[in-house]
């Protein structure tokens, strides 16, 4: 059984920058057929995808265009987790953070099967 | 990218209805596309995945149709704990993934 463990935390300053990180048990960040992704919500913007980090003989990361200069997606293959940084956060970016494995990532099959517990951000002074 | 529109927003219905639940994207997705259950606190649960193949684990009154551009999610008979908040989502687009807005299904 695949279980994703969030941590990080819950309030960061504006212009700041939101680090999380989320530990893998039951799969391995290396697997050929996952991809670990992380997705947000929030009331005014409802679940959004904001990249995803897989390996496929190398490793590979793909960003949404609206985060992109701002994100950074990391294995850690020693510790077998992903993490999250996003920087120079502004209110907007307060949300539910989510670590999400997709199965079948470079398919148009894939689907977000197993989900973290979820992270409550807060971007405030 | 990819608009997906969910209706109705909102639905009220009782035990043992039989309900549903449409999604629609603003461009043709073959039979790419997922369903989500949310409860309140919780993270999304996957329901269904290829627009008809339903999630190991997932109770057989879950059911999913629909290609191109329409597609639907039947709970043939509501029990309790199916009262939450179901989302749809595209896969098509490969990874720039987008989710419906979600249908919030009530007591009535």
């Known amino acids: 059984q695949v279980q994703l463990q969030q941590s990080g935390p819950g309030l960061v300053k504006p212009s700041q920058t939101l680090s999380l990180t989320c530990a893998i048990s039951?799969?391995?960040?290396?697997?050929?057929?996952?991809?670990w992704n992380w997705i947000r919500q929030s009331p005014s913007r409802g679940l959004e995808w904001l990249g995803r980090?897989?390996?496929?003989?190398?490793?590979?990361?793909d960003y949404a265009v609206y985060v992109k200069s701002r994100i950074t997606i990391n294995p850690d293959t020693s510790k077998n987790q992903v993490s999250l940084q996003l920087n120079s956060v502004t209110p907007e970016d307060t949300a539910v953070y989510y670590c999400v494995r997709a199965a079948h990532p470079d398919t148009a099959l894939a689907h977000f099967d197993y989900w973290g517990q979820g992270t409550l951000v807060t971007v405030s002074s | 990218d990819i608009q997906m529109t969910q209706s109705p927003s909102s639905l009220s219905a009782s035990v043992g209805d039989r309900v549903t639940i449409t999604c629609r994207a603003s461009q043709t997705i073959s039979t790419y596309l997922n369903w989500y259950q949310q409860r309140p606190g919780k993270a999304p649960k996957l329901l269904v995945f290829?627009?008809?193949s339903l999630q190991s684990g997932v109770p057989s009154r879950f059911s999913g149709s629909g290609s191109g551009t329409d597609f639907t999610l039947t709970i043939s008979s509501l029990q309790p704990e199916d009262f939450a908040t179901y989302y749809c989502q595209q896969s098509y687009s490969t990874p720039l993934y987008t989710f419906g807005q979600g249908t919030k299904l009530e007591i009535k």
């Open positions: 039951g799969d391995s960040v290396s697997s050929n057929s996952a991809a």
């Open positions: 980090t897989y390996y496929g003989s190398k490793w590979y990361n």
């Open positions: 290829a627009a008809s």
